[in-house]
């Protein structure tokens, strides 16, 4: 076994190195299901999803898009 010294990164709140916490900030329905536009609440970043139904999980539409943290703005 071997352990690297990466403890660092625990420290960076970057968008690769925690898991976003989406909230859904709008959404539609569309003929194939629906529409999500998420962003993430820790650090801003945003993206689309679509979900085909209710009960299964969205799959992401989009990249992750830089976004602004919630608190700067709206
Ligand atoms: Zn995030």
């Given at each position: 076994m071997t352990t690297l010294?990466?403890?660092?990164?625990h420290r960076l709140a970057t968008p690769a190195t925690h898991e976003h916490g989406w909230l859904v900030e709008s959404s539609h329905a569309v003929s194939t299901g629906r529409i999500l536009y998420v962003r993430?609440?820790?650090?801003?970043?945003?993206?689309?999803?679509?979900?085909?139904?209710r009960r299964r999980p969205p799959e992401p539409l989009s990249r992750e898009l830089p976004g602004r943290p919630a608190r700067t703005r709206g």
């Open positions: 010294g990466t403890d660092d990164h993430c609440a820790e650090c801003g970043v945003r993206r689309v999803d679509h979900q085909d139904h």
